[in-house]
């Protein structure tokens, strides 16, 4: 079983402020992908990545998985209040394993 | 609205009842997809389903968990015997096989076992 381990657990900034959360496994991601979830609801995909050393962009969001593909990192730039919410990165196969996840508060 | 639904979106038991859960995936969705999250973890992978047929069980379905697809279309879990450790948001999840992207999660439904 690939085990994922995410940092920091918890987060809290201020609108405006930039943040880096981190993803790290214990074997190599066939891919890896970034969900966001908000409470009371299930998560909702941001993006996957399949390439070693591959960056992808959303916005505001930068996704860069490691040259290895045995990490990842989430940056947001300019954070804003509607960033807030638990993310999760997750070991993508015919089922999904997920990290802790790392909490993100922006406060206005 | 035809994302995943799940009903219900809550439910409060008592140790010992018997619970049942059921999840309507995406019509055109032949996997189905079931797991648990509790408070500050990811959620965990249960069961699967492809059409009708159940192809995988995690070894944290024990024997009080059941669950089924009768027609291939929604799917229901059942907890029997019920324990405050079965406490968690239970999240159903759709896809189509041989597309290996994005899985499609329900808004969950959280047990509380009192």
């Known amino acids: 079983t690939q085990l994922l381990e995410q940092s920091p657990q918890f987060l809290s900034i201020q609108e405006g402020e930039n943040l880096t959360v981190y993803c790290n496994s214990s074997?190599?991601?066939?891919?890896l992908q970034w969900y966001r979830q908000e409470p009371g609801e299930g998560p909702v995909l941001l993006v996957t990545?399949?390439?070693?050393?591959e960056v992808k962009k959303l916005k505001r969001l930068t996704f860069q998985f490691g040259d290895a593909r045995k990490d990842s990192s989430l940056h947001i730039t300019a954070a804003q209040p509607g960033d807030t919410g638990l993310y999760l990165c997750?070991?993508?196969?015919?089922?999904?394993?997920f990290g802790a996840g790392t909490t993100v508060t922006v406060r206005a | 609205d035809t994302g995943v639904s799940q009903d219900p979106r809550h439910k409060i038991t008592k140790r010992g009842q018997n619970v049942t859960f059921r999840c309507d995936p995406i019509s055109e969705h032949n996997r189905l997809y079931w797991y648990r999250q509790t408070l500050g973890q990811g959620p965990e992978f249960l069961t699967y389903?492809?059409?009708?047929?159940?192809?995988?069980k995690s070894r944290l379905l024990s024997d009080r968990f059941s669950a089924e697809r009768p027609k291939g279309s929604f799917s229901t879990l059942e907890i029997q015997r019920t324990e405050q450790g079965d406490s968690a948001m239970y999240l159903c999840?759709?896809?189509?096989?041989?597309?290996?992207?994005?899985?499609?999660f329900g808004p969950g439904t959280r047990l509380t076992v009192l």
């Open positions: 990545v399949v390439t070693g050393g």
């Open positions: 997750a070991s993508n196969d015919y089922k999904l394993s």
């Open positions: 074997s190599v991601f066939s891919s």
């Open positions: 999840a759709s896809r189509i096989s041989g597309e290996d992207d994005e899985q499609f």
């Open positions: 389903f492809q059409n009708e047929a159940q192809l995988e």
